[in-house]
């Protein structure tokens, strides 16, 4: 956890946001230490964990699973909501990529997520995996890789290996946004719960909570499309950002307009 400069222990109560990591990633990703500071400076309590198999968690490692991730961002509110200090009810949810959309499913299921920010995230993981293996050689080696996962399953099969890059390819020049500890070789069962993820399919359950989508509008990682899409399906109070001076890792890559952006919408719709 990390405090405001100027909270004071048992003087008063402040809101809260977990920040999520994305992809095999670590809560010491540049896009989860720099909103997590950013926010902390505004007047936020922050908490930033890794999830289960990543980082330093426990949990076999490199061994990620969507729903699992649900599961331990509900832990994460668990444990923020039974602090005392923490003004009641206001535990809200950012997440990265990945990360993002497993606060927009957590808090499409679980009603206690007070306001969700979305960070490049993604709703739909077939359709999110099409728009990033889009040739039909690259779709069909990407499926090929997940039929071959299951036609040897069994009990006695060690579990199948592939490269991060073979799940989500991103290009060289991006590659520098990996935090230390980032899991690089993940069973293909990873990618197979992330192809079966929908968090769409619950978006509209966020409301009537507040709801920021922000996706770079040429995002080098995860399809625009998947945020566009995410805003049809959403109910009221949803915001929609596209911005163009930034790539996949826009909360780590220091643009003042995307910061301005988001705190115009926090002093709206989750102020301090």
Sequence with gaps: MQFPDDFVSGSSQRPAFIVLHGFGSNKNAGNVVDPARMLCDWGYITLRFDM???????GRFGHIICLEQVEDTQSAMDFLLARPEIAKGRVALMGSSFGA????????????????????GWGHGERKFRGQHNTPEAWQKFVGMLETARARKSPEDEPMM????????IPQHLRGHLSAKSVMKFPVETAQSMFDFRAED??????PRPLLLMH???????PTEQSIELFKRAGEPTELHLLTDVDHFLLAEKSHRARAMLRDWLARYYPV
């Design 101 to 120: 959309a497993v606060a927009l499913y957590t808090a499409g299921i679980d009603s206690r997520a007070a306001a969700v920010v979305s960070s490049g």
């Design 52 to 58: 289960r198999g990543c980082g330093d968690s426990e």
């Design 216 to 222: 770079a509008a040429n995002d080098s990682v995860t």
């Design 202 to 207: 619950v978006v509209a359950e966020i409301a």
């Design 162 to 169: 592939v490269s991060r890059y073979d799940i989500v390819p």
